[in-house]
T-cell receptor, first 112, second 113 residues
């Protein structure tokens, strides 16, 4: 079954509001990657976190990796209509030999 | 030109038909993957290959087969398509490190009637 859980599944926000999606793994992850899929498009890599407790920022996007390396979050400040899409987290399990495990994704809708 | 191409981009077929989806890449990466995307289920791994002679099952390989004809080509076959295989299929590639990002193709939308 799915080993990386992502919540919420859907989120509707008013433009300018903040947005957060959470990713939780049942096992320790070697790293966490975040991807964005625009409507009708394909997933595109955003960023990777490797270290315990790591925080990275890309403009209005803030990515965190938990201290236990089992959870991660993506926070968008002051959403814009260009943020619309589905955000996926994905991680390599420490004991895994080759498979990147994807979360179910969070679909963000932004109302102008 | 795109790094990863998929053909066809859209396909409608009937139950019981054999279907092949093709993936080609120009980045020279060794690792290739086939994923299936369904609403609410995210991206689920069907098969993956680390080089030409290596094929591995993913989490949902039943009903599917693959062929890695060359480093740059990885094909997915549905031997006898069924309606619950209607989905969006993505091919992806990556380098050999777990730190490498995956590059996705544009996807193939398959409908099985």
């Amino acid at each position: 079954g799915q080993q990386v859980m992502q919540i919420p599944q859907y989120q509707h926000v008013q433009e300018g509001e903040d947005f957060t999606t959470y990713c939780n793994s049942s096992t320790t992850l070697s790293n966490i990657q975040w991807y964005k899929q625009r409507p009708g498009g394909h997933p595109v890599f955003l960023i990777q976190l490797v270290k315990s407790g790591e925080v990275k920022k890309q403009k209005r996007l803030t990515f965190q990796f938990g201290e236990a390396k089992k959870n991660s979050s993506l926070h968008i400040t002051a959403t814009q209509t260009t943020d619309v899409g589905t955000y996926f987290c994905a991680g390599w399990r420490s004991s895994n030999t080759g498979k990147l495990i994807f979360g179910q994704g969070t679909t963000l809708q932004v109302k102008p | 030109d795109a790094d990863v191409t998929q053909t066809p981009r859209n396909r409608i077929t009937k139950t019981g038909k054999r279907i092949m989806l093709e993936c080609s890449q120009t980045k020279g990466h060794d690792r290739m993957y086939w994923y299936r995307q369904d609403p609410g289920l995210g991206l689920r791994l069907i098969y993956y290959s680390f080089d030409v002679k290596d094929i591995n099952k993913g989490e949902i390989s039943d009903g599917y087969s693959v062929s890695r004809q060359a480093q740059a080509k990885f094909s997915l076959s549905l031997e006898s398509a069924i309606p619950n295989q209607t989905a969006l299929y993505f091919c992806a590639i990556s380098g050999t490190s777990f730190l490498d990002e995956q590059f996705f193709g544009p996807g193939t939308r398959l409908t099985v009637l």
